[in-house]
Each structure stands twice: as structure tokens, then as C-alpha cells.
């Protein structure tokens, strides 16, 4: 005979029973972190295949015991990826902030509903507005304290799961202010077609994303040249602002604040004052730099962030939140007050249904505790001092690649990621004169990305260290084989403020280790092109992997 079905709700367990198996999760979420359940690697590699195989099963009918149940969720995490771990370094995600971890369980005990007050969110609402006010502050926004709330149309933010959402609604507001016709006659009201100006090379893939979801096409993209630090070019953008194509309208301006390759920051200061001469809206993508407004000493990089129109920042990058939690901000706070379902409601100082002022959203869960958790429990100056150790931090682990003799970096870096390929020394002085030689720059650049794919690759399978792997510009040519030339290249982005020296120094030896054999063969491949007869004409691969290349 069976064991008995374990009863499924809290109400109907003592409270001591469920209490013992709610710490045995947490211990279980402990472990996962620790490493033990992962073998004391930053993955235990599995292919998307491998992992169907073992997870793939019928719909369950009968149930299965607390202890069996806890084991399943035990195996899961013992397959994922720790973005915790200090060797994990492809992106900037830790998610290991504990008054983060700690508020997102009591979020879920508490299963507010955000998309009204009354009956769905009461309290919930209430610290939401709060932590958007706090934010807003930090970029420079004027701001309403919350004890003068005035009503929905004074906010000027809302939480996001995502950039990717975030830049959706921004452009959506810009759109709305611009062309307000849009709301009652659609895109076909509008006489010219609306364009968003941003750099090339540098960009989201959100912005391409958004302009086919809201109508606006990928022909409404117009793409500014990109600096070679990989910033937006403003000379670029001016020329474009000042004679834009025939029977098109820039009504928005993308400036990076840290972009999501390489983190060069913008001049905001330039961009805001050249869509303030051109009547332009003006957003500014801070979803990895908005980390920096806590740091007194980085936070001057993002000098002209408090002009734009619209910010969106990304906490659970480089704010040790884990996922999701993203804010879109506006400098005007009736910005979302146009989409108010209900325009009445959007100045009644009684009325908190945040809901009614959230484009794509309806129902959504208490988040934003995370972040409000993390901010009450470290103050500013505590999260800028993490910050500013994670800056140090990274400029160690640069010095660490640089110091291997194994890489060249693409461009200069503001913060926290950079981006290289895997070059030796020795096989650079061997590639000197395919330099000189144009018919080899082809066949050499796909040498120089197959052999960064296959040490990035190395990597991750063996889950000792993890890079991000992407495609990216030479924009300042510093392989010498041309700066329009395409790489797969990896990056490295530290999130976290603090690498114990014994890790750094095993991941140097790791890289170390991985690039003897990778060397050799590397150097008998650039020989062979060097001295072939008819070298072949290959193009370099520019496949898309990691998160920055989608």
C-alpha cells in the first residue's frame, strides 16, 4: 500500500511540519549557493538534449512524499548554473543579496497582487511607490516625497520584469507624448513615420524587439555610428538629428549607459543636449550602469542622466537582486498617467491601483521588496561602498587576463565587463604579417573566432570558469586585420565586490591551463595559412551564444 498523499496546502498541515520542510528548502537553496549541490563547480555541464532526457516524463497522476519531492527539487539545482559562484563571469547577475533573498520568501508568503490596493495589495503598493520615489531621486528626478502623494499621475515609474520590458514601455511613453493621436487612431494617424535614433554595435536587443511589437517596424530603427570604444558616436547622432531621411521623424534619442558588451557609457551630457535642441525625447538605457548612481565616486559617469526623459535600470544587474526586478523612470511623472485606464483616477491622492497606470502588465507579484529590502537593509552607502569593491574587483581580474598572455581585449571598458578574444603573444608575433597581407584577413579572422569559441567552450564544459561568448565589431581594430571586421569574442563581467585571492589565482591557472594545447595547435594553423599557396577564404563565425550577443 501506498504512503498517504502529504496534504498540499499550509492550512491543512501543523504548523511545525511545515515550518521543518520550508527550512529544509532554504537549506536546500543554501547548498546550491555553497556549491556542495553542484559539485563544487559553477555548472555541472549537460547538453539541452542530456537534461530533456532526464527531466522529460509523463503528466503526474499520483503524488509523491515531502522527502521525495524535495529530492527532485534537489536534482534541479544540482543542473543549474550559479551565478553566485565568483568563477561564474559571463554576466553580472549574483542575486546573493541576503536582505534580497530573504525578502522575495516573505513575497511569496505574502502573494500581494500589485495591480490594485484595495482587496489585492495594500502595503505592498504603498513601498512600491515608495522604492520608485527613492529611485527616482537617485537619478536626479524632481520628486514628491511619498508623504505628499498626489496620485497615480505623480509616480513617474513602475517595476518591470526586464530591460527588455522596460525600454518597451519607454519607447511606448515617448510615443504617447510625441503622437498623442496614437492612442485613439493607431500608427496610421501618425503623417511621417516615427524613427528611434541609437547607435550600431552597441545596441539592446530590445530596441528591435519593441519596434516590430509596436508597429514601428525595424525600418523604424535609425542607426548613429558607434565610437570605438563603443559608445554612441554624438557627431553621428547630431548629423542625423540635423538631416534625418526623407519622410521620417527621430522623436526618440537611445543613449547606454554601460552597454551590454563591452559597458562603455555614453556622453549623456552631449546626447541631452542635442535631443533638447531638436525637440527629441531623450532614453536613456542605464540597465548595467544604473548600479553606479549609488557609488559617489563612479556615479559622475552617468553625468547628464538625470535630463532624460526616461531611464531604465535593471537591479538584478549589478544590484545583487536576483531575478526579476527592473524599473522604467520618467522624468515627467504623468508619463504613464496617459495610459490610465481610468484618466480620472490618475490625480485622486486616494487612489493607489497601481494597475491602472502599468502598460503590459495586469496581475504581478511584490518584487519590488527586493529591492526595498536591500536598500533599508544597506543604505545607499552600503550598496555604493559593494559597488565601488566590485569596481576594484574588476580591475584585478583585468590585470589577471592581461597578466596571462593569452587574450586581446576589443576596446576600453567604463565598468565591470570587458570584451577579448583568445590571442597568445606568440601567435599574435606570428599573425604580424597577415597583417600586411589583405588576402589572409579573412581566413585569419575566423582562426582567431574559432579558437575563442573553442577556449570559451572548454570553459563552460568544464564548469571551472564561465565567460559570456558573442559576436562583436573590431570597431578600434586592435586585432590589425581591419575595424569592420566581426569576432566571436568572450566577456568577462564581474559582479561580484569580492574574489578571494586562492580563486583568482585558480582561475588563473585554469586559463592558463586551458590555453596550452589551444596555443600550439593555434600556431600550427596561422603557420599554415601563412605559407599555403592559395590560403582559402573563409569568413570569421559571428555566431550568437550568450546573453550580450542576442
Not at 177 to 200: D, N, S
Not at 309 to 318: C, I, M, N, R
Request: hydrophobic share 45%.
Amino acid at each position: 500500500m501506498s504512503d498517504p498523499q502529504p496534504p498540499a496546502l499550509l492550512s491543512q498541515r501543523p504548523l511545525d511540519n511545515s515550518r521543518a520542510l520550508l527550512h529544509r528548502a532554504v537549506d536546500l537553496g543554501l547548498d546550491f549557493t555553497s556549491g556542495e549541490l553542484r559539485d563544487g563547480l559553477v555548472l555541472r555541464h549537460a547538453t539541452a538534449r542530456e537534461l530533456i532526457d532526464r527531466f522529460a516524463q509523463p503528466v503526474p497522476v499520483a503524488g509523491t512524499s515531502d522527502e521525495q519531492l524535495l529530492e527532485s527539487l534537489a536534482e534541479i539545482a544540482s543542473w543549474s548554473i550559479s551565478q553566485a559562484d565568483p568563477r561564474y563571469l559571463a554576466f553580472p547577475d549574483t542575486g546573493d543579496s541576503v536582505a534580497a533573498l530573504a525578502a522575495d520568501i516573505v513575497a511569496t508568503f505574502l502573494n500581494q497582487n500589485l495591480i490594485a490596493f484595495d482587496r489585492s495589495a495594500p502595503a505592498a503598493s504603498v513601498i512600491e511607490a515608495q522604492l520608485i520615489t527613492w529611485l527616482r531621486e537617485l537619478v536626479g528626478y524632481p520628486v514628491t516625497p511619498l508623504a505628499d502623494y498626489q496620485g497615480l499621475a505623480s509616480l513617474g515609474g513602475m517595476w518591470t520584469s526586464g530591460g527588455n520590458m522596460s525600454n518597451h514601455i519607454a519607447i511606448a511613453a515617448a510615443l504617447a507624448h510625441i503622437y498623442p493621436e496614437v492612442r485613439e487612431g493607431g500608427l496610421r494617424a501618425v503623417p511621417e513615420q516615427p524613427v528611434i535614433l541609437l547607435a550600431g554595435g552597441v545596441e539592446h536587443f530590445s530596441y528591435l524587439a519593441a519596434a516590430q511589437a509596436l508597429g514601428l517596424g525595424a525600418n523604424g530603427l535609425l542607426w548613429a555610428d558607434a565610437t570605438p570604444n563603443f559608445t554612441s558616436d554624438p557627431a553621428s547622432v547630431a548629423l542625423l538629428l540635423a538631416s534625418p531621411p526623407p519622410g521620417k521623424r527621430i522623436f526618440m534619442v537611445v543613449g547606454v549607459a554601460g552597454n551590454c558588451r563591452t559597458t562603455g557609457i555614453d556622453d549623456l551630457q552631449q546626447l541631452a543636449d542635442l535631443c533638447q535642441k531638436h525637440g527629441v525625447w531623450f532614453h536613456v538605457d542605464a540597465c548595467h550602469g544604473g548600479s553606479l548612481l549609488f557609488s559617489e565616486k563612479l556615479k559622475v559617469q552617468l553625468a547628464g542622466i538625470e535630463r532624460a526623459d526616461s531611464v531604465a535600470l535593471d537591479p538584478h544587474k549589478g544590484l545583487f537582486v536576483s531575478y526579476p526586478s527592473s524599473y522604467a523612470l520618467f522624468r515627467d511623472p504623468n508619463a504613464l498617467g496617459r495610459f490610465a485606464r481610468y484618466p480620472d483616477q490618475a490625480d485622486n491622492p486616494d487612489c493607489l491601483d497601481l494597475g491602472l497606470i502599468t502598460p503590459f502588465y495586469g496581475s504581478r507579484g511584490f518584487e519590488s521588496l527586493k529591492l526595498w529590502a536591500l536598500m533599508k537593509h544597506q543604505g545607499t552607502e552600503g550598496i555604493g561602498r559593494l559597488v565601488d569593491a566590485r569596481q576594484a574587483t574588476y580591475q584585478r581580474m583585468v590585470d589577471l587576463l592581461e597578466r596571462t598572455g593569452c587574450f586581446r581585449m576589443l576596446g576600453t571598458s567604463d565598468f565591470y565587463r570587458c570584451a577579448f578574444v583568445f590571442l597568445p603573444d606568440q601567435v599574435a608575433r606570428a599573425m604580424e604579417e597577415a597583417t600586411v597581407r589583405p588576402e589572409l584577413h579573412t581566413s585569419v579572422r575566423a582562426l582567431v573566432s574559432r579558437y575563442t569559441a573553442a577556449f570559451a567552450e572548454h570553459l563552460y564544459r568544464s564548469g571551472t570558469v564561465v565567460f559570456d561568448l558573442f559576436a562583436l565589431q573590431d570597431l578600434a581594430d586592435r586585432i590589425g586585420l581591419g575595424a569592420a571586421a566581426k569576432y566571436q569574442v568572450m566577456g568577462m563581467c564581474v559582479g561580484h565586490p569580492h574574489i578571494a585571492e586562492e580563486i583568482a589565482h585558480a582561475i588563473e591557472q585554469t586559463l592558463l591551463d586551458a590555453s596550452r594545447d589551444l596555443t600550439s595547435a593555434m600556431l600550427t594553423d596561422i603557420h599554415s595559412l601563412l605559407t599555403a599557396t592559395n590560403a582559402p577564404s573563409r569568413e570569421a563565425a559571428v555566431d550568437v551564444t550568450g546573453p550580450a550577443g542576442w
